[in-house]
């Protein structure tokens, strides 16, 4: 009987701890997405073109996506500025990398594009593509 007690309590533990993480991840990207705004906000008009990944993204590929975006921004923004930094700095945690971990398959190599080979938008479209895959994000953790 002790045992039987003893494995509903781990169980109970172990779905209590997926939702604690759950929760946090969600948070920590809704901070990423204020933050994502904030630079937004500040961003002075520019004509810069930048490689970004499609809106459309494969699941197994969010997480290659978040490394071009972050790439992007560590070469062509000024992340010595205050809000890019902040921004910059959440998108480079392991909390806001693994909350963008939507690979289902048992696949491990997928087929993603490198940086480079997207094709160049404005900076308005890249924050925009920025933006939707944190949304995805979001919403993917909110359906969990």
Avoid: W
């Avoid at 693994?98 to 398959?105: A, E, G």
Wanted: aromatic content about 4%; some cysteine; overall charge positive.
């Amino acid at each position: 009987m002790k045992l039987i007690a003893l494995c509903l309590l781990a169980v109970c533990c172990c779905a209590v701890a997926d939702t604690a993480d759950t929760t946090m991840q969600r948070r920590k990207l809704q901070e990423v997405l204020k933050q994502l705004k904030d630079v937004k906000e500040n961003l002075q008009h520019n004509n810069k073109t930048l490689n970004t990944p499609p809106a459309n993204v494969e699941d197994c590929c969010c997480q290659s996506a978040l490394e071009c975006f972050r790439a992007n921004m560590q070469v062509h923004f000024n992340i010595a500025e205050k809000t890019q930094s902040k921004l910059y700095k959440s998108l480079k945690k392991p909390l806001t990398v693994s909350s963008l971990d939507f690979c289902n398959s048992g696949n491990n190599m997928p087929t993603c594009d490198r940086c480079d080979e997207h094709p160049k938008v404005n900076v308005q479209e890249f924050f925009k593509r920025l933006e939707s895959l944190i949304q995805r994000g979001i919403t993917r953790l909110t359906m969990d």
